[in-house]
């Protein structure tokens, strides 16, 4: 049982290219949710997925589109690189979405980015 | 989303027990408390989780007040190992009646030899 995969694990962009950050989990689990982390600060929330088809955005969207056509994957783009978007990128899953929660979410082990 | 108030940072010494506050005085009735921790820069594990009883699990405690405005987690021995920035995390749902998860900036908890 893999768990949530993300990779690539380390990534250096320039300024303007545009990439796609993959994330899987292999725990048929409904609820998929990409965060980033800034040094010294906390997870911000940035798109999350209730299902396949379905997406909402978080509390730091912008520069980032997501798609989840498969319950299994749940990849996130960045359109155009900036510098900004250094970060660490982790994903997560959960398997409940509408019962309130009593369910943990398990990360991915993170994808470091540096856009130069 | 209910927000949650931690300190940012706790010292512990190793053996005691590690008591880790967290203030949610928004928090509605069919919201649950969560605490993740974040050690050094892996992605968070989850520590356990409540909704107005106290929980106890292999790793923690967990104790919610009645009026249920603030928790604790109680590692009760901290090792070394429990170095981490510690999350208490209220979960939400949208307007669309959908979970989502919001994290603050945690406390950094520092065990000392």
């Known amino acids: 049982n893999a768990g949530v995969t993300q990779t690539p694990k380390f990534q250096v962009l320039k300024t303007g290219q545009s990439m796609t950050l993959q994330c899987a989990q292999d725990m048929n689990h409904e609820y998929m949710s990409w965060y980033r982390q800034d040094p010294g600060m906390g997870l911000r929330l940035i798109h999350y997925s209730v299902g396949a088809g379905i997406t909402d955005q978080g509390e730091v969207p912008n520069g980032y589109n997501v798609s989840r056509s498969t319950t299994e994957d749940f990849p996130l783009r960045l359109l155009s690189a900036a510098p900004s978007q250094t970060s660490v990128y982790f994903c997560?899953?959960?398997?409940?979405?509408?019962?309130?929660?009593?369910?943990?979410?398990?990360f991915g082990q993170g994808t470091r980015l540096t856009v130069v | 989303d209910a927000k949650t108030t931690q300190p940012t940072s706790m010292d512990c010494a190793e053996g005691r027990a590690a008591n880790l506050p967290c203030n949610h005085s928004t928090i509605s009735g069919n919201e649950y408390v969560y605490w993740y921790r974040q050690i050094h820069s892996q992605g968070p594990q989850y520590i356990i989780h409540g909704l107005k009883n106290n929980e106890t699990n292999e790793m923690a405690s967990l104790i919610i007040t009645e009026d249920r405005k603030s928790s604790t987690l109680i590692l009760p021995h901290a090792t070394l190992r429990d170095t981490a920035v510690y999350y208490c995390i209220v979960r939400g749902v949208n307007s669309g009646g959908y979970q989502k998860v919001t994290f603050g900036t945690g406390t950094k908890l520092q065990v000392i030899p």
């Open positions: 997560a899953s959960s398997y409940s979405r509408r019962t309130g929660g009593n369910t943990e979410a398990f």
